[in-house]
């Protein structure tokens, strides 16, 4: 146990970068308070577990910050203040048939788990993410297109310090901005000033989005992501800073988002049908970068706003 908790102090100080050593200066004695206390937070997180399906939580890369530090850094997610359910332009959802097992990542067509670091850009790397995958599922390339763009000029968001999907997805409409590769505009982890690009710049420019309150609907919402590819959804991921595995299906309120993933997926297979979802804080994180969130019950607030872009 004792070298197990030296290696993660360890990690702690090579994570920790000078953003975050600006707005949380830490000591040694307040990174062991916030694993004393993460390890008490297991013990009761894991005293839910009635069957081999449920959700498990112990130590990872996020154990060595207080549930306040971990809020503040990695759940970026602000409600959206344009209307959260665009009357106009909402996509019906063709009828068509749901396998038992399903995950756009089986089609080639998602890119690998990111980090956003010590930036809390998930409501970008949402979006980012649901479009690459939607040009691929149209027959483009997989690129990776630039999440930065995104956070230095959706001026309706809050860049690193959190925005809305939402409100990214409405801004992308209305501007017809086209997102560049990711090379073009690598991810820094911090707040920048918008860099603008001539016409002739290649990029991908959005035709449409929509947003559905799929609550106590959730095989609708398995039906639209069939249908249209990725979905961009918002949760509350408190919970998250310790999860290791296993199907979310406690600890986490609906009305309460405070995240923004991407889900890739479901699998109604076994005892726990769950849906597939696609986080971004690196591959290291849950399964492999993913979590695995109970389906049909709107746990964590999955199916409250959900969003399919159109490219
Ligand atoms: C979990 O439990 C179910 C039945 O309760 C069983 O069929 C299944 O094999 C178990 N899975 C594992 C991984 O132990
Ligand atoms: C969808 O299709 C199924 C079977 O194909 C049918 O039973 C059902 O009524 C259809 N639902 C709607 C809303 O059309
Ligand atoms: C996106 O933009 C198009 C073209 O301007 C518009 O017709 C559509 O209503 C917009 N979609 C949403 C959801 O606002």
């Known amino acids: 146990m004792k070298s197990r908790w030296a290696t993660l102090l360890l990690l702690c100080c090579c994570c920790l970068g000078h953003g ?3 707005t ?14 993460s390890l008490n937070r297991h013990r009761y997180l894991n005293s839910f577990s009635h069957d081999n399906s449920t959700a498990f939580y112990g130590l990872n890369q996020f154990s060595y910050l207080s549930p306040e530090e971990f809020k503040a850094l990695y759940l970026g997610s602000k409600p959206a203040w344009s209307p959260r359910y665009p009357a106009a332009g909402q996509t019906p959802i063709p009828n068509v048939s749901l396998p038992l097992r399903f995950d756009w990542r089986d089609k080639h067509v998602v890119n690998q788990v990111r980090n956003q670091k ?11 993410s649901a479009i690459e995958s939607t040009c691929a599922i149209q027959g483009k390339p997989l690129d990776y297109l630039s999440v930065q763009q995104v956070i230095d000029c959706s001026f309706n968001n809050y860049g690193c310090s959190g925005g809305s999907p939402l409100s990214a997805l409405s801004w992308l409409n209305e501007t017809q901005v086209k997102l560049v590769e990711d090379s073009e505009y690598p991810f820094k982890a911090e707040n920048g000033l918008c860099r603008y690009f001539p016409q002739s710049q290649s990029g991908v420019s959005i035709k449409d989005f929509s947003a559905y309150d799929f609550s106590g609907q959730e095989d609708e919402m398995a039906k639209a992501l069939l249908s249209f590819g990725p979905l ?6 408190v919970s998250w800073q310790d999860y290791l595995g296993g199907v979310i299906q406690h600890h986490c309120s609906s009305g309460e988002a405070n995240h923004a ?11 726990t049908p769950y849906w597939i979802v696609h986080n971004s804080w690196g591959n290291s994180w849950g399964i492999e970068g993913y979590a695995h969130v109970k389906m049909g019950d709107n746990v964590c607030g999955i199916a409250d706003s959900v969003s399919a872009v159109f490219v």
């Open 20 to 22: 975050v050593a600006r």
């Open 24 to 37: 949380w200066p830490r000591s040694h004695q307040r990174e062991a308070a916030a694993l004393r206390e």
């Open 118 to 128: 010590m930036c809390g850009g998930c409501w970008a790397f949402s979006v980012v």
């Open 232 to 237: 961009v959804v918002i949760v509350d991921a």
């Open 261 to 271: 993933v991407l889900i890739t997926g479901f699998d109604k297979t076994g005892n």
